[in-house]
T-cell receptor, first 110, second 110 residues
């Protein structure tokens, strides 16, 4: 069963703009992960943020985690057409099994 | 080697056929997973193997039969599938934190 819920479900922006997507979850977690999936392909792990971390950066990606609100956000800065993909947050079921939200479909127009 | 390799990439099978999906990793990861993903939906967990033992079966129909012959290899044997089983089948592995996904097998049941 899904725990994370991404918002928005779909996002369409121009190249160079920033893209922000949010994930809300229901139960306490010890980590949260973000994945990218290009159309019909496997998932690529982007970032893991632990419950004692509030913010994490990786290149053009910035992830925040607010455990009091049970929410996380993924910001992609200066987006490129190659960022077009679906983005999923995953929260662990038990201690280690990722359970995925419904995802945000991002389209970046050149 | 930092990859999870899935074969075949595409498979078309009849409802009376028997086929197998293969997943291989050489990263020494102790846990391996099978996920099923329908179009525009998040991946759904099917099976988890931990230290080569089946630890979770998400009430998957018996026409799907997993096998873990060794710590690097995970198979999914398919028999008497239905058209609604057509989906992307993803394999993943993990050392405990963080997950590496294969690029999936696109299965079509005719």
């Amino acid at each position: 069963s899904q725990q994370g819920e991404e918002d928005p479900q779909a996002l369409s922006i121009q190249e160079g703009e920033n893209a922000t997507m949010n994930c809300s979850y229901k139960t306490s977690i010890n980590n949260l992960q973000w994945y990218r999936q290009n159309s019909g392909r496997g998932l690529v792990h982007l970032i893991l943020i632990r419950s004692n971390e509030r913010e994490k950066h990786s290149g053009r990606l910035r992830v925040t985690l607010d455990t009091s609100k049970k929410s996380s956000s993924l910001l992609i800065t200066a987006s490129r057409a190659a960022d077009t993909a679906s983005y999923f947050c995953a929260t662990p079921r038990g201690s280690y099994i990722p359970t995925f939200g419904r995802g945000t479909s991002l389209i970046v127009h050149p | 080697d930092t990859e999870v390799t899935q074969t075949p990439k595409h498979l078309v099978m009849g409802m009376t056929n028997k086929k197998s999906l293969k997943c291989e990793q050489h990263m020494g990861h102790r846990a391996m997973y099978w996920y099923k993903q329908k179009a525009k939906k998040p991946p759904e967990l099917m099976f988890v193997y931990s230290y080569e033992k089946l630890s979770i079966n998400e009430s998957v129909p018996s026409r799907f039969s997993p096998e873990c012959p060794n710590s690097s290899l995970l198979n999914l044997h398919l028999h008497a599938l239905q058209p609604e089983d057509s989906a992307l089948y993803l394999c993943a592995s993990s050392p405990g934190y963080g997950y590496t996904f294969g690029s999936g097998t696109r299965l079509t049941v005719v």
